[in-house]
């Protein structure tokens, strides 16, 4: 990865509204984690939870080249995905906290969270647990031929379960609608990518399926955008999958609290001069696309929007105990 | 009423519900081209066409996941895993996701799902494909388990099954595959959670399923001359499981025996032992006696399969050791 | 006698036997760079080598899988599991291959391998890193199971499972890693398929496995103060079961409750019923109760988490219950 | 595949002992599969059995390239491997009939034979099954640096199987000893296998990992004999795994009885043409490597062996039930 900063242009393919939404959509997922966070290391948040800061780009490209009855299924990591797929803060913080109020009345948190109406079909704590899922619902569409189309997201350790490879081979071959985007961390929990992987270059899994493979830079949300647009576009037309691998960073430990001791500080600091937000948002002030009164003001009403939605999940109830009983069986 | 068989009662209903419902779609290793491994599915993908009617490629888990991931956006699928000991290669998205997905979603969505595989012994066919694995199942909770053992029973309970808004794990078993006997004519279905029971008695209660249930009518007959009167209860579905059916027969014969494949240490036969002093201990004039499968796998060899699956004559020994 | 915590003893314990003997491997996610996902192995790689000591990718049936092959060319691996919830992506070498293969091929091998896997609920990690799974696995014939609650147990039962020349699914309870007690200082070990009385009683027999065991403890308190004296036995190993020693407690208090975390319906406390009621009957003065978490998976929500897992009160009531 | 048949000269760089034992290998299970049938249309062997009659080439080269410490782990179409790795017809047959002098002592039949005596670490009932068990085997000899090397076989159908990605990776990472040798016979019971996997090259699966992939004529035993023998000393000299596909055919059904209705006479004749006995038996009588007479001979000598074995296993008596109870825990 190039750790040098440079002024990105404004990318005259894609259009200004989009770079727009694109900023503003990382720019929703990075101050909900960290506000995620600040409530975990209150102990606001119970069980397990993790934060994508630093891989917003991924998110972001990807979920804004879905339309509205387009599916995705995501991770333990999952927050992103659901924020960019259209989910709304209060119910999000609500579940995070297991709240009644939450998407999920309390039952998932953050490793479960859904909004089936949004097509969110569910973060998931079992690392690639996710893939067969999307498979399914990507034949699904094909059976039901609604042009919908599913984007798979999971990290590059997920890549080495066997539900990765039984997925593709499957999605292959009968050119289901989804596209699979590895967002590569370059770490599995503590672990180098390379040493969990006998490839150092994921996107050449793709090869093992016939169908296309491409590394995108994963701190640029509009690389992303661009290849995701192609691979969804190439989804619907019925020429089946296409696997994208996203090379980002997680700028956080594994987990929320956890340091992530393996790593050096010269590593996180090259990363995050590649910010993607940062980046997005200097080449959108630059260009003059965005003025800072916009983005200023944008922000403010995101700081609000965030304020109110811990409130509300604050304020709301736990779930009634006898809950528990319910929803397991129609 | 006609005659057909076990699997031709299982064509039937995949068929009829096929015909019924368009989102019904099914899935599994050579099920369209071939009709599949058992002749379950002959010429249903002429019928239905390959796009409701798939081959798989041998990848037990992305089965089960794709009937997953295509509940929950709108079909009704039934997957097909051939041996039920190919959950093996299934599981975690059997218990990790199918199982729990509505659940820890908090309810937002239905899984109809169907998943059916052969299961038990008898077959010679040694000890990874002869398992009987319900015990596992109703200890997960999520999915119900149907364990039928007539033509009559496996039609009606998976006409059910797949009409069912939940995941059902619906086991065929291998040594009752060519069993005939009598079906009603004509739309039917009967519902999960309703105990049969096979034979009326009053001096014992023998709670058998599938190919067992067929050994304990045997022991019955053979009990009924030695002026025993056995009453034989199949429950059909282990989960649910109508406990009022068979606690009432425990409360009129005073005395239980449960007989089923599992293995005997944590089988299915203890919660059938556990409900019985649980609901009705005081009724209770001997110990319920259990019987299983020794804690060992099933072998190759016809005289070691024989010798550890439960047999009529245990059953009658079993029997009279509690009515002495 | 020295103070540990549970985790410390089970480093201990893996250090120990991996400095005896050359032949114990181990290897899982995270295992030798990260030191374990829950710092059980710190250091591990550097003492023994990453030949002995390696980091897997996220793969859980090759992680097993190659301990099996392993066991069958000479070596004693450990596999490490994480959460016991990942079995479900273990589960084809799990149950056709590990508990088979020794039978299946007539006894040629041995297959001395200790497979690791954090279990159990209370840490509000929700449906799929919460379960308890030995229900399961004790009714699956070729796997000892070992469930330890007590640093001391954990220590010597872990060093016991290593030596042991079967497959052994070590399981390890979250909710306990923190768990502070005496442990003996120097060599030791404790055979599996001994019950420890970690309580002595008159009155009634309360079986519970490992977080229940606290549980049952605390509610012997309470019951004590109320003039009840129960008896607390933690089967510390679950295959083999130590039937002797329950049997004669129950014989002794002619009651009986078991607590555990698994599921109700099947779950691993029938097999403690069925014991009872099979050995015992004549001796039960009341019904046996079973304590357990209701047909629900887990929620994330503390309150719905707590609301499901068994706690001392109910022990306390359902005690109360059978000895009126 | 190329259905011409064509008389093959002696290949030069294989020596001559070593293409008659391939010949005699080929022939030893040829003709025991051949007698397995029998039994088992007759109704001897119990349960289920699958034979390989058709696809002798890939055993014979591959175990023939193997030394006697080295390991193989194969399928439920197994019995080739095993003879060729020097099992012996009596306790083969009385395995296969469940006797109590069978390998297994009557426990496994023939999806479940192994000699752990000759590294045969078992057939396997599950597609894919021995995969992560030959893997570990590999392992096993990194760790112990005792230069064994390990040959796993399985189908084209297998290769849909997570288990397969798993275990590839994780020996092309670690660089373990092991050689996968996949018999394409084409079809996975009567699936083609064009309709399982969405690349028609599966030796291109090995790209994914990093490895040397390599489809080999599976109807040529000098060929397999060949890339065998390569992949075993690479695999032997540290520098990991290699997949081979060979690429074969079964001539009959997928278990014994089975007419496998989906296939064409006219396929099946064709194969038949390649027939890998026929081919390498030409070449030798054509050569001079060998006679017509000591062929008869050896041929006789078979005959003699078969009968015999088959008589010991007949002869055998079943297991003592109580047996039932042994072998389970040491
Ligand atoms: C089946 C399974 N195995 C292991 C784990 C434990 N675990 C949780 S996250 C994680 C690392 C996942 O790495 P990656 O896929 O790269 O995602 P990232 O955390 O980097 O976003 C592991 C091993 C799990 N949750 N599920
Ligand atoms: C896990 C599993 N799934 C399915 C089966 C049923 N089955 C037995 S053999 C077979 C076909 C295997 O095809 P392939 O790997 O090509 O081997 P071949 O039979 O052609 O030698 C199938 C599906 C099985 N035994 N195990
Ligand atoms: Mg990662
Ligand atoms: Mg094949």
């Known amino acids: ?330 | 009423m006609k005659r057909i068989s076990y699997t031709q009662a299982v064509t039937e209903a995949l068929q009829e519900e096929m015909r019924r419902d368009p989102k019904v779609v099914i899935w599994g290793e050579d099920t369209a081209g071939a009709g599949g491994a058992f002749h379950m599915t002959p010429g249903f993908a002429d019928e239905f066409g390959t796009n409701r009617v798939r081959d798989t490629p041998i990848a037990e888990n992305i089965i089960v996941g794709l009937a997953v991931g295509a509940a929950m956006t709108g079909l009704r699928p039934i997957a097909e895993l051939m041996f039920a000991d190919f959950f093996g290669c299934a599981m975690d998205q059997v218990m990790n996701q199918m199982a729990k997905a509505r659940y820890m979603f908090g309810g937002q969505i239905t899984l109809p799902i169907t998943v059916r595989a052969a299961s038990g012994a008898g077959t010679r066919a040694a000890a990874q494909h002869s398992q009987s694995l319900h015990s596992w199942f109703m200890n997960l909770p999520g999915l119900k388990v149907v364990v039928p053992s007539t033509p009559a029973d496996v039609k009606g309970l998976l006409k059910s099954s797949i009409r069912d808004n939940n995941p059902v794990l619906f086991f065929e078993h291998k040594a009752l595959f060519n069993i005939k006997d009598q079906v009603p004519v004509g739309e039917y279905s009967i519902p999960l959670g309703v105990a049969d029971v096979k034979r009326q008695g009053t001096d014992v209660t023998i709670v058998a399923v599938q190919q067992m249930v067929y050994r304990a009518l045997e022991a019955a007959e053979i009990l009924a001359e030695r002026g025993i009167s056995a009453e034989v209860i199949d429950p059909r579905t282990l989960v649910p499981l109508d406990r009022e059916t068979i606690v009432n027969s425990i409360k009129k014969t005073r005395r239980l025996v449960v007989v089923d494949e599992c293995n005997l240490t944590s089988g299915a036969q203890n919660e059938i032992i556990a409900l019985a002093v649980e609901r009705a201990f005081d009724y209770l004039d001997a110990p319920p006696r259990r019987l299983g499968v020794p804690d060992v796998p099933f072998a190759q060899s016809p005289v070691l399969e024989d010798y550890i699956l439960p047999k009529s004559g245990q059953i009658v020994s079993a029997v009279q050791e509690i009515i002495r």
């Open chain 1, 1 to 330: 990865m190039n750790a040098q900063p440079t002024v990105q242009e404004v990318t005259p393919d894609i259009r200004k509204d989009i770079q727009i939404a694109l900023l503003h959509t990382m720019l929703r997922v990075r101050k909900f984690e960290e506000k995620a966070q600040e409530l975990f290391l209150n102990n606001k948040i119970p069980g397990f939870a993790h934060v994508s800061i630093g891989q917003e780009a991924v998110a972001a490209g990807v979920c804004l080249s879905l339309s509205e009855g387009d599916y995705i299924t995501s991770t333990h990591r999952g927050h992103g995905h659901c924020i960019a797929k259209g989910m709304e803060f209060p119910r999000m913080f609500a579940e995070l906290m297991g709240k009644r109020t939450g998407y999920c009345r309390g039952k998932g948190g953050s490793m479960h969270v859904a909004d089936f109406s949004r097509g969110v079909l569910g973060a998931n704590g079992i690392v690639g647990g996710g893939i067969p899922i999307a498979t399914g619902a990507a034949l699904s569409a094909q059976i039901q031929k609604n042009d919908s189309v599913v984007a798979c997201f999971f990290g590059d350790g997920a890549m080495a379960q066997g539900a990765f490879h039984e997925s593709l081979n499957v999605a292959a071959l009968w050119k289901l609608p989804v596209i699979y985007v590895c967002e590569n961390n370059l770490y599995g929990e503590w672990t180098h990518y390379t040493r969990q992987h006998s490839i150092p270059d994921l996107s050449q899994r793709a090869l093992a399926y016939g169908i296309p493979g491409q590394r995108v830079d994963g701190m640029d949300a509009l690389a992303i955008y661009r290849a995701a647009t192609q691979a969804i576009a190439r989804a619907r037309g019925g020429e089946g999958p296409t696997l994208l691998e996203c090379v980002t960073f997680r700028y956080f430990g594994h987990y929320i609290g956890d340091p992530h001791p393996g790593r050096t500080d010269h590593e996180i600091e090259n990363a995050k001069l590649r910010d993607p937000i940062d980046h997005l948002r200097q080449a959108l002030l630059a260009s003059g696309a965005l003025t800072d009164r916009e983005l200023a003001l944008f922000e403010l009403g995101l700081g609000n929007e965030i304020a109110d939605a811990v409130a509300f999940a604050e304020q709301s109830d736990d779930p009634e105990p006898e809950s528990a009983f319910e929803d397991l069986f129609v």
